[in-house]
């Protein structure tokens, strides 16, 4: 067969990688686009056709420093030439300690804060259940509406879609209770959310049995909502005065994603625990539990861990990453680049009745498509606009309880003429979804 590793623009005549997929992966495992790519740079990315396409998935959140970042590269090749992996709970090595250092000093801001690494975003929200359980001394976990924490058999108990996450998967782990979530849009108000709050605990559990509230400050797959910053801080009073932990899943919101290190930071709280995985490695597989050092010691030796946590390559992407981050500003760059792409997606809903809001956080932001008559969530004219775009060279991907919203993840190092590009691109997709142009 073709050594595609070796010719990064292999052409799809020489090996039918699509055909391939279909025959020897599961159809459960969906592909946003029907593409195989060979080469990625940036923001950007080639199909083994030799076609670039501008990435504003950055796989799901994943590349905020961009695919193959040279500084990335670097630091991975020069840690596998010494200790590519050993298992932590084997034998320690820098990479991990120097990871989980670094960690708390960004997030414990001088108090003492510890670090554990694991793999997945799953795998960390899990974790973070786990110790605010040992901690606590409870079993309730509070969660959201549209929620998405993992699709392990707990992550999609947690996790507040049906579809396509639980499917007939179940059942599922117990004592999981759910409340709305904040969301304008859909006339779901903070009180509303507080109020249903207070009702759950009247009605289904009392507050000293609930060990987390785990909330998202800006929810991903559900549709890229802020939470709001009194809600926020409506919520960290209500866990302190009931001695319940509050969980802030960053496994999207953060490592700059949102023009902050982290999604909570917006709200001026500062949370028991956060979840950390994607943007972390720059790539490469990894994710963490942050807390304060009282919380993250409850669980005894031997009760945390995972034969590839902190696995020494990835811990190593993710000190590059934390010094790309700085190095290159990209915080700032982030709340800029937001600013341009919000502004240009302000300009396209005044054009297209069918982008109902245009909302975000840094350079987070995504728009909800919905039937320009009844004003209802249209998933077919999303998916419609979706396929445009990636025919015209931009990839993007969908988001939301109805898959009605197109979420726009680029990479914090992409340039003004490739975010003018995918703006381009993007009002040709609307028209051409729309049937304004043929």
């Known amino acids: ?88 709970q084997v034998v320690a090595y820098p990479p991990y300690i120097e990871l989980a250092k670094r960690l708390n000093k960004v997030v414990g801001k001088g108090e003492h804060y510890k670090s554990v690494l694991f793999t997945s975003g799953a795998e960390a929200v899990e ?107 409506a919520l960290r009073d209500l866990t302190q005065r009931h001695g319940i932990l509050l969980v802030c899943d960053e496994v999207q919101t953060g490592f700059g994603r949102t023009g902050k290190m982290f999604g909570f930071q917006h709200s001026d709280i500062t949370p028991d625990l956060i979840t950390v995985a994607k943007s972390l490695g720059g790539g490469l597989p990894i994710s963490g539990v942050v807390g304060k050092a009282e919380i993250m010691d409850s669980p005894t030796p031997g009760g945390l861990g995972g034969t590839y946590g902190g ?3 990835a811990c190593s992407a993710a000190l590059a990453v934390l010094d790309v981050l700085e190095n290159e500003r990209l915080l700032e760059r982030s709340v800029k680049l937001g600013q341009q792409l919000e502004a240009h997606l302000q300009q396209l809903a005044e054009k297209y009745a069918c982008i109902g809001e245009v909302r975000g956080v840094g350079f987070m932001q995504a728009v909800e498509i919905v039937d320009y008559d009844t004003g209802k969530p249209d998933a077919a004219l999303t998916e419609k606009i979706l396929h445009s775009a990636c025919d015209a060279g931009l990839l993007l991907i969908k988001c939301g309880l109805y898959r009605n919203v197109i979420r726009f993840l680029a990479p914090l190092v992409t340039t003004d003429a490739q975010l003018e590009e995918a703006m381009h691109i993007f009002d040709i997709a609307l028209a051409r979804g729309t049937g304004r142009l043929d």
């Open 127 to 233: 974790n973070a259940v786990k110790i605010a359980r040992s901690y606590t001394n409870r079993s309730g976990v509070i969660v959201f509406d549209g929620a998405f924490h993992g699709r392990t058999l707990l992550g999609c108990a947690l996790t507040g879609m049906s579809q396509p996450y639980k499917q007939n998967f179940g059942p599922f782990p117990g004592d999981i209770y759910r409340i709305p979530y904040p969301n304008a849009f859909h006339g779901i108000t903070p009180e509303d959310s507080l109020k249903a709050l207070e009702t759950l605990f009247a009605t289904q559990t009392l507050p000293d049995r609930v060990a987390a509230i785990l909330i998202e400050p800006v929810q991903g797959d559900g549709g890229f909502l802020p939470a709001p910053k009194a809600f926020m801080q």
């Open 1 to 88: 067969m073709h050594n595609v590793l070796n010719t990064p623009l292999a052409t799809q005549d020489e090996t039918d990688w699509l055909a391939l997929r279909e025959q020897h992966v599961p159809r459960g495992v969906v592909t946003a686009h029907n593409l195989v790519i060979t080469k990625a740079k940036g923001s950007e990315v080639w199909s083994d056709e030799g076609r670039r396409y501008l990435d504003f998935v950055g796989g799901i959140g994943v590349l905020n420093v961009g695919h193959n970042h040279p500084e990335v590269v670097r630091a991975v090749q020069k840690q596998l030439e010494n200790v590519s992996h050993a298992c932590f």
């Open 311 to 313: 696995n020494a390559l």
